[in-house]
Every structure is written in C-alpha cells, then in structure tokens.
C-alpha cells in the first residue's frame, strides 16, 4: 500500500516539499512554492496512473522525492548556467518522466524531448506535460534507434541523458547520436562502474565521443550514485545507431 502525506491545500503541499527544497539547495538549486506544488502534483498524479499503468516501481512519498526527484536533479551538477537557463535535450528511455520532467520543472528555460517506446508510458507523459504546463517538453513514442536517423533530431541535441538505460557502451550508441557536435551526453551509474566506463572506451570513441569526467554524487540517499559525462567531439558516422535491439545484445 502507497503512502503518502493527506494535502488538502496548497500551502499543505508547499510544506510536504519542503525537504525536497533543502535537498536540492546542495545542488545550487532554488525552488519557488509553485514550482514545489508541481512537484506535488506530478507525484500524485503518477501514483495514481501507477495503479493502472506499470510506470514505476518507486512509490513511496520518501522514496520519490530522493530517488527519483533528488536524483534526477543531480543531473544539474554536470551542466552549465547557459545550459540550465536555454538548453535544449532529450531524455531517452524516460519512463515516467525522469529525469527530464524534474530538470524542466527546476530549470523552465530548458526544452526538451521526452522518449519513450511504451504507448501507455508516453500516454501519461503527454498528459503529465500538460497538467503541469511544461509547454517546452515533447513526448516521442519510438525507439531510440529508429528516431537517431530523423534528421530533425539527429545531433540536434545540446544535451541526451538516459537513466537505468543500459550498458555503458550500448548506453554511447543510443545517445551520442542525438548530441550536437560540442554537446553533452551524462549517464547516471552507480560509483562502481569503473570497469563499465573502462570497457566502453572504444565504443565512446568510435561513436563521436570523449569521456570528460565522472562526478560523484556526494549526496544523502545517493551517494552510491556517479555521472559520466561524455562531450561530442565528431560527428557520429551514419551507420549508427545500428537496427533496433543491436546495441544492447551486441554492444560495440
């Protein structure tokens, strides 16, 4: 059974955020009141879609706002004032939401694009972007590796981020192909990962990519968690990504 905190106002949802407010202040981030009733709404509007809709397995109030919220905003460690206030990425594999919405929520100047290949993933992400008015976020339904060829997304991208999306080398061929040579691309890993980053040199390599640094996330209820982030330095060849499942059953 889902807990969660009984609101009945807005200024009662202000204060069951306010942890998240202290939380992300180690990040450099600043949250208004009505920035923090969206983050309210958005939790229980996925807590309630969650019950028809396999979107998570992360419910608990607690637990959202560290491992899904926090975390998320970690992202912004990696990420430049200029990025935060007009970038524009793509999430890929963004399942209910993370960490895009969170990024979108925190930083309104930034646009993005929401992907997904779930139909019922996708669904609730339009209708989430549009309860909380987050006019500069897309929803894509489709594979990474089919929507890397479309010219319009192609490196078009000043930042691509991913989470829980699979090996670091397989993670590099559904990513990079989106960033702008110049651009940014930040897995979220666990801190021993080490060996994963090690072993995916040479995928990052030949994909247009160079490993700029790994950032620990020196944070409660996160510090088990890492950024690797990967700048664009060539443009990726046109044979990546390769068809659809190839990258994670047969990674570079």
């Known amino acids: 059974m889902t807990s969660q905190p009984e609101i009945v106002s807005f200024d009662d949802s202000i204060k069951a955020m306010e942890p998240l407010r202290q939380a992300v202040s180690a990040f450099g981030i600043e949250l208004a009141d009505v920035q923090l009733d969206k983050y309210y709404t958005y939790y229980k509007e996925m807590v309630d879609w969650n019950q028809r809709v396999n979107l998570t397995g992360i419910t608990e109030f607690q637990d959202v706002l560290t491992k899904h919220y926090l975390d998320s905003l970690s992202v912004s460690m990696a990420l430049s004032d200029e990025l935060k206030s007009n970038g524009s990425f793509i999430d890929v594999g963004t399942g209910a939401g993370f960490p895009g919405i969170p990024l979108c929520l925190a930083f309104p100047g930034m646009s993005g694009t929401l992907l997904d290949s779930t139909g019922k993933k996708t669904i609730f992400l339009e209708y989430i972007v549009e309860i909380l008015e987050l006019n500069r976020l897309s929803v894509?339904?489709?594979?990474?590796?089919?929507?890397?060829?479309?010219?319009?997304?192609?490196?078009?991208?000043?930042?691509?981020?991913?989470?829980?999306?699979?090996?670091?080398?397989a993670f590099a061929e559904l990513t990079l192909p989106f960033a702008k040579v110049g651009g940014l691309v930040i897995a979220q890993k666990l801190t021993n990962s080490s060996e994963e980053i090690a072993a995916a040199s040479n995928a990052i390599e030949l994909l247009g990519g160079e490993l700029k640094e790994v950032i620990q996330v020196a944070q409660k209820g996160l510090d088990n968690r890492a950024l690797v982030v990967v700048k664009k330095i060539m443009t990726t060849p046109m044979r990546?990504?390769?068809?659809?499942?190839?990258?994670?059953?047969?990674?570079?």
């Open 140 to 169: 894509v339904k489709d594979r990474a590796e089919t929507l890397a060829l479309a010219p319009e997304h192609r490196e078009a991208y000043d930042l691509v981020l991913g989470r829980g999306l699979a090996g670091m080398a």
């Open 240 to 252: 990546y990504p390769r068809r659809p499942g190839s990258p994670s059953k047969n990674p570079l």
